[in-house]
T-cell receptor, first 114, second 114 residues
Framework: DVKVTQSSRYLVKRTGEKVFLECVQDMDHENMFWYRQDPGLGLRLIYFSYDVKMKEKGDIPEGYSVSREKKERFSLILESASTNQTSMYLC?????????????FGNGTRLTVT | QQQVKQSPQSLIVQKGGISIINCAYENTAFDYFPWYQQFPGKGPALLIAIRPDVSEKKEGRFTISFNKSAKQFSLHIMDSQPGDSATYFCAAKGFQGGSEKLVFGKGTKLTVNP
């Protein structure tokens, strides 16, 4: 069974802080993703990576960056947290780039920025 | 621009009833249509998926109906059970702007009353 583990379930940070959200997958998946989930807005893609040290912007990358130094780990970085980044963050991985390659999600990190 | 429109936002069904969630898309380059199911406190998980070369796919009580000419697809849950209460996301995958994208609908919160 694929396991995608997000390091924190809940996180409270202050405005202006640098925030790291960590994600680890244990199935040697090629692809990793960061999504943001907000009520009424669904799932929005922030960044994704198809390979180690590779990253691509998703639909809402502003205010975020990512790091993928190892295949199994994909970190989301909020350089200077703001209150509008209060949200549920979901990490996902998929085996490869085949069309029907399913996303495997972690259980999310609920970030509150005060 | 909302690329995948999902309705309704919320749905309440009695146990044993049929739940129907509808999605519509614009981009004819989309060629793979998965549905994800999310229980409270968990990440979404792939439920069922369809490709546009078939009009219907059934897995147990879950059926996807696909209308290529109308660019619409829907999820039907037969004999709905309280355990089906979850948020459902439709999605569409295909090439857009030179890269392959998976676009989610905004989600439908389904409540099945006992």
């Amino acid at each position: 069974d694929v396991k995608v583990t997000q390091s924190s379930r809940y996180l409270v940070k202050r405005t202006g802080e640098k925030v790291f959200l960590e994600c680890v997958q244990d199935m040697d998946h090629e692809n990793m993703f960061w999504y943001r989930q907000d009520p009424g807005l669904g799932l929005r893609l922030i960044y994704f990576s198809y390979d180690v040290k590779m990253k691509e912007k998703g639909d809402i990358p502003e205010g975020y960056s990512v790091s993928r130094e190892k295949k199994e780990r994909f970190s989301l970085i909020l350089e200077s947290a703001s209150t509008n980044q209060t949200s549920m963050y979901l990490c996902a991985s998929s085996p490869d780039r085949r069309e029907n390659s399913p996303l495997h999600f972690g259980n999310g990190t609920r970030l509150t920025v005060t | 621009q909302q690329q995948v429109k999902q309705s309704p936002q919320s749905l309440i069904v009695q146990k044993g009833g049929i739940s129907i969630i509808n999605c519509a898309y614009e981009n004819t380059a989309f060629d793979y249509f998965p549905w994800y199911q999310q229980f409270p406190g968990k990440g979404p998980a792939l439920l069922i998926a369809i490709r546009p070369d078939v009009s219907e796919k059934k897995e147990g009580r879950f059926t996807i109906s696909f209308n290529k000419s109308a660019k619409q697809f829907s999820l039907h849950i037969m004999d709905s059970q309280p355990g089906d209460s979850a948020t459902y996301f439709c999605a569409a995958k295909g090439f857009q702007g030179g890269s392959e994208k998976l676009v989610f609908g905004k989600g439908t919160k389904l409540t099945v009353n006992p």
